[in-house]
């Protein structure tokens, strides 16, 4: 087909030879016109009169089809809507729904976990008696997402618990993004303060953490702990500063408590399926939280501790210092962790130092440790999570599926920790020293099975057991030992 150009130049062409000729045979003399027979002449010019309107009627119908063919174009762009606005997806299952240009996007949230334990008492002090039975140790459902792409926020309320945790706010807060690395959160969460601390509940490889972390998050950490943190991370670091108040669901007192929380993590080896990283942390309670009203109302506080199971609806503390008047309270610990491939460890040890108040008797100090180790028996590794220094779960690489051949993921863990809460506790049959404390030293071994059938479900299983020495006031001994079997059943997006 010819173009639109070399029709219409040809057209030109035509009609300019046409004028030329024609002007020729006007120019023309009679005798000249009486040398050529007439009916040649009128011949030539006919033909090319008709060579003219062929190729004009060609350039007619060219403009006529591009016509036609951007008419059709522009129909077909007018009948296709435009774009959404927002964009929905459900990676890993999890429903997202996003704008278009990235301002905003909100994310749906959910944990559950449903546990249930055997306790089996071969010991324990008189009055105590453990409640085997099953629990919904979270039930947690919410929100999070970005607002103008440089703001974050989460919202997540907790519709389970134990014994006296009901249902609460597990976080509520709003982040800034827009410093490059670093970071800043104010509201209710949980206060990065550990390895084990900074895990997700939903990421845990046994039913609760080591009881000496649990511990150190619960003074100035854990779920809904109202403060502001200021953080940053590379690839390779995490560091942040904290001032915490109180969790959402503390009883109302006359005065909070505050306190300044710190942490930092450094991966000090980064390879193909290999990491290694080292941290620490501390928090320092500055202000006990006032039992009375009035300037000059007294200060105390209570460590205590379950073992590592909260099935029992009666949150039994095996291992308790009592009320101790104190000022403030420096808790400081330090941990590693790492993984070879499929092979996973981390270990660390936290003390806990009390300025005693008004009082000439020397400050009571305590410590604790753990270890824990797992081997993933199907070949998957572990990931570090640089955004906030921790651990996750492995993702199966053959999900369970009894169409398609896959067995997910199977792991084998095994972890032990102690945590002395006696200071100068003194020797059995005997009253407790002036200065003395019988908390309590609660060691606890734990071997567990987990079983991922996909990145959303997954399932464990534990046999725990506790061994507890501690004395009352009297030098009685008010020890325990404990053994229980538990399954947890969880579900997360």
């Known amino acids: 087909m010819y173009s639109t150009k070399t029709l219409t130049a040809a057209l030109l062409a035509g009609v300019s030879l046409w004028a030329t000729f024609g002007a020729a045979e006007a120019g023309k003399k009679p005798s000249d016109a009486t040398s050529a027979p007439p009916s040649a002449t009128d011949a030539r010019i006919q033909a090319l009169q008709d060579q003219i309107q062929s190729l004009s009627d060609q350039v007619t119908d060219l403009k006529r089809s591009t016509s036609d063919q951007y008419s059709d174009v522009h129909d077909q762009q007018a009948a296709q809507p435009p774009p959404p606005d927002v964009k929905v997806s459900l990676k890993n299952g999890r429903p997202t729904f996003a704008t278009t240009n990235g301002d905003f996007s909100l994310s749906i949230r959910s944990l559950i976990q449903f546990d249930s334990a055997y306790y089996s008492q071969g010991k324990a002090p008189a009055g105590t008696d453990f409640s085997s039975g099953t629990n919904f140790r979270r039930a947690r459902l919410g929100i999070e997402g970005t607002v103008y792409k440089d703001w974050s926020y989460q919202f997540i309320y907790d519709f389970g618990g134990s014994g006296s945790e009901g249902s609460t706010i597990s976080s509520a807060y709003i982040q800034y993004n827009g410093l490059g690395p670093v970071h800043w959160k104010i509201g209710a969460y949980p206060i990065p303060e550990s390895f084990d601390d900074t895990t997700s509940a939903s990421d845990l490889i046994f039913l609760e953490r080591a009881q000496p972390t649990d511990l150190a998050r619960s003074i100035a950490g854990s779920d809904g702990r109202e403060g502001t943190t200021l953080f940053a991370y590379d690839d390779n670091y995490f560091v942040a500063l904290s001032y915490a108040g109180d969790a959402v669901q503390d009883s109302a007192v006359f005065d909070e408590q505050q306190a300044f929380v710190g942490r930092f993590a450094y991966r000090l ?20 939280p006032d039992s009375a009203a009035g300037a000059n109302s007294p200060n105390t506080l209570r460590l205590r501790e379950r073992p590592e199971l909260n099935i029992d609806d009666n949150s039994i503390r095996l291992i308790d210092t009592n009320t101790i008047g104190a000022d403030n309270l420096l808790e400081w610990g330090l941990e590693a962790t790492g993984n070879w491939h499929s092979l996973y460890a981390q270990g660390g040890y936290f003390e806990f130092d009390v300025g005693r108040r008004a009082s000439v008797l020397p400050d ?8 824990q180790g797992s081997w993933i028996l199907t070949g998957e590794a572990k990931p570090y999570n640089p955004a906030n220094g921790s651990y996750g779960l492995p993702t199966p690489t053959t999900p369970f599926s009894l169409t398609n051949p896959g067995f997910g993921a199977w792991e084998i863990a095994a972890r032990y920790s102690d945590l002395d809460l006696n200071y100068n506790a003194g020797l ?10 019988r908390g309590g030293d609660e060691r606890i071994w734990t071997v567990g099975l987990n079983w991922y059938p996909n990145s959303v479900i997954r399932f464990v299983l534990d046999y725990q057991h506790t061994d507890v020495s501690r004395l009352n006031g009297t030098g009685g001994d008010i020890g325990a030992k404990l053994d229980a079997v538990s399954l947890r059943t969880q579900f997360s997006l």
């Open 269 to 288: 080896l980064k390879a193909d399926g290999v990491n290694f990283a080292v941290g620490g942390d501390t928090t320092y309670v500055f202000k006990l």
């Open 364 to 371: 009571p100090s305590f410590n604790g440790w753990y270890l």
């Open 428 to 437: 059995l049959h005997t009253a407790t020293p002036a200065d003395g404390i």
